[in-house]
């Protein structure tokens, strides 16, 4: 059983925010696995949707705990379906890495983004798998990250449209051959 967690913030006001991009890329991931529409769960305070792809079972979830508070949905779905962390993986935005490029990781420390800071301490663990996608554009260096990472991508749709499409094959890759392989193929 894999557990794909996207990271972002509940309510329209951040629908197309760049640290919304993981519930962009569960959206379309959710369409190729052919999964039934999430649902909201209050159990797991979050938007979830369950099936069968490559003979494994996917869970998929959308906390809506708000960003900082991420680890509370992660560790009530793992402790529910006993998922181990290392079945587990984050797709989040990535400040660092320029606007269109992914990056895969292993076993990472939070590097200063507060959605993973809490699931690492809800989880009590870093050995999750992680898809970055790269947010980094010319208005970083204008605005406060905190400002910018809340700000609206529209503007950047096609990058951003490429960037969410290559992450959902990322995370189908995993599934389908494992984090080494799908990491020498994305990386």
Do not use: C
């Amino acid at each position: 059983m894999k557990l794909i967690v996207g990271l972002g913030n509940p309510g329209k006001k951040y629908s197309q925010t760049w640290h919304n991009l993981g519930f962009e890329v569960l959206t379309l991931l959710r369409q190729e696995l052919n999964l039934a529409e999430f649902k909201k769960s209050i159990k797991f305070k979050a938007e979830i949707t369950k099936g069968e792809f490559n003979g494994e079972t996917i869970i998929l979830a959308k906390p809506q705990t708000f960003m900082n508070n991420s680890g509370l949905t992660v560790t009530a779905i793992a402790h529910y379906f006993k998922i181990a962390p290392t079945d587990i993986i984050v797709i989040h935005d990535d400040l660092d890495l320029p606007l269109g490029k992914i990056r895969l990781t292993h076993n990472s420390s939070a590097g200063g983004h507060n959605g993973i800071k809490s699931i690492i301490e809800h989880i009590t663990s870093q050995e999750f798998s992680r898809i970055k996608l790269g947010i980094k554009t010319e208005l970083l260096e204008k605005i406060d990250p905190a400002d910018y990472v809340l700000t609206n991508w529209l503007k950047n749709s096609q990058e951003v449209s490429g960037v969410i499409k290559t992450a959902a094959e990322a995370a189908e890759e995993i599934i389908i051959s494992g984090l080494t392989k799908a990491t020498n193929k994305y990386n």
